[in-house]
């Protein structure tokens, strides 16, 4: 009798050989899909004999990933902060580090406050914000129309009202918010070719590339924010590697003198939060 253990020993080499950096986790995640179990229940199946119908279709989502195919687009789902959003070629994959914005973001949620998801993509920042507080107003924001129909799904799954605009940075935005969040594109053009291959291949560059400098977009935004948050009003954005200082000077120009700066899990500056009026302390 062919166990399912069997097959995932069988699969588990052509992942190694295809240089995925996490096997095991592949094997896991695509196995528990293909056969619609609960996590939980993975380790229980693995001494079960194989049932062939599940088994080609885990083999074809093995033949996929190795190819380089990001696990979240053969699952179409990803999980952030407390909930799976689903995710396709028309969003970026929510990133561990971006949970930081939700984080920091959710010191400041009173009930009724007016929060803008600016460059929202899958709106898994924002909507994950509306978990920790279901009584605030959230606007979801994004250039790509194809993204406003991916965040609207999320949107439906997780029963969340919400507003949503497409647009280009705040060009279709009309209203002050209390809360802005973003996390725009801030890779260097020069960087693209060193990303992962999944990511080049699979992830839509207009939503990682902020232009030779990768500041292009992040400026843009410090440049026209005040116009769009309250008096006492709070952005946070996410920056890349090695932009902190250039960001800090920029926010010195705008007479941004009331900021605080995040270290990722990797001990990067990755989250500036930012109060627009100086003479309070934020966090």
Same mark, same amino acid.
């Given at each position: 009798?062919?166990?399912?253990?069997?097959?995932?020993?069988?699969?588990?080499?052509?992942?190694?050989?295809?240089?995925?950096?996490?096997?095991?986790?592949?094997?896991?995640?695509?196995?528990?899909?293909?056969?619609?179990?609960?996590?939980?229940?993975?380790?229980?199946?693995?001494?079960?004999?194989?049932?062939?119908?599940?088994?080609?279709?885990?083999?074809?989502?093995?033949?996929?990933?190795?190819?380089?195919?990001?696990?979240?687009?053969?699952?179409?789902?990803?999980?952030?902060?407390?909930?799976?959003?689903?995710?396709?070629?028309?969003?970026?994959?929510?990133?561990?580090?971006?949970?930081?914005?939700?984080?920091?973001?959710?010191?400041?949620?009173?009930?009724?406050?007016?929060?803008?998801?600016? #460059?929202?993509?899958? =709106?898994?920042?924002? &909507?994950?914000?509306?978990?920790? !507080?279901? @009584?605030?107003? /959230? *606007?979801?924001?994004?250039?790509?129309?194809?993204?406003?129909?991916?965040?609207?799904?999320?949107?439906?799954?997780?029963?969340?009202?919400?507003?949503?605009?497409?647009?280009?940075?705040?060009?279709?935005?009309?209203?002050?918010?209390?809360?802005?969040?973003?996390?725009?594109?801030?890779?260097?053009?020069?960087?693209?070719?060193?990303?992962?291959?999944?990511?080049?291949?699979?992830?839509?560059?207009?939503?990682?590339? #902020?232009?030779?400098? =990768?500041?292009?977009? &992040?400026?843009?935004?410090?440049? !026209?924010? @005040?116009?769009? /948050? *309250?008096?006492?009003?709070?952005?946070?954005?996410?920056?890349?590697?090695?932009?902190?200082?250039?960001?800090?000077?920029?926010?010195?120009?705008?007479?941004?003198?009331?900021?605080?700066?995040?270290?990722?899990?990797?001990?990067?500056?990755?989250?500036?939060?930012?109060?627009?009026?100086?003479?309070?302390?934020?966090?």
């Amino acid at each position: 009798m062919i166990k399912n253990s069997d097959i995932i020993t069988s699969q588990r080499q052509k992942l190694i050989l295809s240089g995925d950096e996490n096997p095991d986790g592949s094997l896991r995640k695509l196995f528990v899909f293909s056969h619609n179990i609960e996590r939980e229940k993975y380790i229980d199946y693995l001494n079960l004999p194989v049932n062939e119908k599940k088994a080609l279709v885990f083999y074809d989502l093995i033949e996929r990933r190795v190819k380089g195919e990001p696990i979240s687009h053969l699952t179409g789902s990803r999980y952030f902060w407390k909930d799976k959003f689903n995710v396709n070629r028309n969003v970026l994959d929510p990133r561990p580090e971006s949970e930081l914005i939700v984080e920091i973001g959710s010191k400041f949620l009173v009930d009724g406050c007016k929060v803008l998801d600016l #460059g929202a993509g899958s =709106g898994c920042i924002g &909507l994950s914000l509306k978990r920790e !507080n279901p @009584s605030i107003n /959230i *606007t979801l924001s994004d250039i790509s129309k194809s993204a406003i129909q991916t965040m609207k799904k999320n949107a439906k799954i997780l029963k969340m009202e919400c507003q949503f605009v497409n647009s280009n940075l705040f060009r279709n935005i009309k209203n002050k918010f209390d809360l802005i969040v973003c996390n725009l594109p801030y890779i260097k053009t020069s960087q693209l070719t060193a990303l992962p291959q999944d990511v080049i291949l699979f992830e839509p560059h207009e939503a990682l590339i #902020g232009g030779e400098d =990768g500041l292009g977009l &992040l400026y843009e935004f410090l440049d !026209n924010v @005040s116009s769009y /948050i *309250t008096s006492n009003g709070v952005f946070i954005i996410e920056i890349g590697v090695d932009q902190i200082d250039f960001i800090v000077s920029k926010l010195n120009d705008l007479n941004f003198e009331n900021y605080s700066v995040f270290k990722d899990m990797n001990g990067i500056s990755r989250t500036v939060c930012v109060q627009k009026v100086t003479e309070n302390v934020i966090i």
